[in-house]
């Protein structure tokens, strides 16, 4: 089959990037011709919080990447539409997250679309976490664009069903992200990411914005470190800040715990990640709302215990007590008391290996082709 992927894709970084790039290597594996087209401009540099939205790593030279789309750009989005038509794929497969792509991408598979191709889009949200006036109208928009939907959690698959009653969805779990290398020796990830290897730690992983609930996850910090159990306890918070720092560094300081918090406040590149995932003992998720997570899906990968709150499809990904615990946020301190607990830890490292079966990336590429 001829495929064509129209999404993020490298130069630009991130997790979604990843997983576009990923999901292709798997279908080329299966036998398939994957092209994929990327933009030439993702979001204007005014529009975006972090520092930058390009990666350093050398380009893939196993995957055929193509720069042509402007979010911007409505002219754009005709002459994409115009080529992929031209190359005549057996599929368009589209990648969504955001109501602000939601012109771009949805202008050009509705062209596409009009000329028989057929359309397949992936939503990791249809609802973004930060609501605004517009989203519903450009979600809609997007969403009469595809034929069928793959979604990654139960709460996506409800959302879609908001704007669209009738078009097919298929439920994937999202695969594991095995692009980050192998679990490194506890000791020596310690070193590379300048940690006490006597210390004991829980991490805090990725971009930094309001609905993850850092704050939820100081106070809670606040609660352990008061305990017994918290004299060689640290908190690592790893990741760029997409909203404003100020406030988080002000409550660290008036529940007294700067001394217990470090801070790594900057774009964690890929070669570092295993590093941070193997000196700790547990990610920490206590967002405020979510659909999935491709953070989850790295604890996996590196067999760490998590500990989630009950919110959009974590507890689907995380079942409590198997893979970590789903407590609301009053019940995070004892739950991370629980997994710093090295018998308990093992246990829960024991039944990930196990579950993590469930995430492969052959059972994805087969939810995105089953019906074309």
Not at 70 to 88: D, M
Not at 318 to 330: E, L
Request: proline fraction near 7%; glycine fraction near 6%.
């Amino acid at each position: 089959m001829k495929i064509i992927f129209l999404g993020t894709a490298y130069p630009y970084r991130g997790g979604i990037a990843s997983f576009n790039e990923m999901l292709a290597r798997q279908m080329i594996r299966d036998g398939h011709s994957v092209e994929i087209i990327t933009f030439t401009v993702q979001y204007p540099s005014f529009l975006f919080p972090g520092k930058t939205q390009y990666s350093t790593s050398p380009a893939p030279d196993d995957l055929i990447i193509e720069r042509r789309l402007n979010s911007v750009g409505p002219w754009s989005w005709v002459a994409t539409a115009r080529e992929i038509k031209r190359r005549r794929p057996d599929m368009l497969f589209v990648r969504y997250w955001s109501p602000y792509l939601a012109p771009a991408l949805g202008s050009v598979c509705r062209m596409v679309k009009a000329s028989g191709i057929p359309v397949v889009a992936l939503a990791d949200n249809i609802l973004p976490h930060e609501r605004h006036f517009y989203d519903d109208v450009l979600t809609r928009y997007f969403v009469g664009s595809a034929d069928r939907f793959v979604c990654m959690s139960r709460q996506v698959e409800s959302e879609i069903r908001m704007f669209d009653k009738k078009t097919p969805v298929v439920f994937a779990p999202h695969p594991l992200y095995s692009n980050y290398g192998a679990p490194v020796d506890r000791t020596e990830a310690c070193r590379r990411i300048g940690l006490d290897p006597s210390k004991r730690y829980a991490l805090f992983f990725g971009l930094i914005r309001d609905y993850k609930g850092l704050d939820l996850l100081l106070h809670a910090w606040a609660r352990l470190k008061a305990s017994p159990a918290g004299d060689d306890k640290m908190l690592v918070v790893a990741g760029e800040f997409y909203a404003d720092k100020a406030p988080y560094m002000e409550l660290m300081e008036s529940l007294g715990i700067g001394d217990s918090v470090i801070l790594h406040d900057r774009f964690i590149p890929d070669d570092t990640v295993a590093a941070y995932f193997s000196a700790s003992d547990m990610v920490v998720q206590p967002y405020k709302t979510a659909t999935q997570s491709g953070v989850t899906q790295i604890a996996y990968h590196f067999g760490l215990p998590m500990v989630v709150t009950p919110v959009g499809g974590l507890p689907e990904i995380v079942p409590d007590d198997v893979a970590g615990y789903v407590v609301t946020p009053d019940g995070l301190d004892n739950a991370m008391q629980r997994c710093f607990d090295e018998e308990n830890n093992r246990r829960l490292r024991g039944n990930i290996a196990t579950e993590r079966s469930k995430f492969s990336w052959e059972r994805m590429a087969e939810a995105v082709i089953k019906g074309v």
